[in-house]
């Protein structure tokens, strides 16, 4: 298989186009300074949510760990906090122009279905995988490295090489 990530150098190319192909390697167009600033903004805001929790509750926040409580021992407080996500997605679409549907229109019935089946693959694995390793990705990321959790610690650095591994082989990144 040839990876589309292979830069391919030709002798008659200036040494300042190979080092600007080097340097912007993966860079997204929509990472601007807009979009660095509304994930600093919404990173402040996940902080300062995991403080309140932590502080006022005595719990930490997990989605994952909500979620399986939801249906294991279910209370008000669980329903509400799942109600509370799925409320903050609509008032987030309707502040930012609404949702792209999925799959998109453009592609064919025979790439929706494979879409549909990756996303479900990729569900079911990232729900085991939370429930193996006692938590997900955002209860790790955020409270476990924060309280400087061991198992947070191990944990968040194997999503990642997990996370890029994936991206690279499927060539979804």
Known sequence: LKSKFVLKVQPRLPLQHITRRMFTFGMSPF????????????????????????????RVLGISGYNKRLFVQPRTDRYMMVAGLILAGVIMSALYGGIEPMPPPSLSSGERGVLLIRLAVGGLLAGVGSTLQNGCTSGHGLTGLARLSLRSWVAVPIFMVAGVLTATLTRSA
């Open 31 to 58: 990472f601007t300074p807009s979009a660095v600033a509304c994930a600093g903004i919404g990173g402040l805001l996940l902080g300062a949510t995991v403080m309140f929790k932590s502080g006022v509750v005595g």
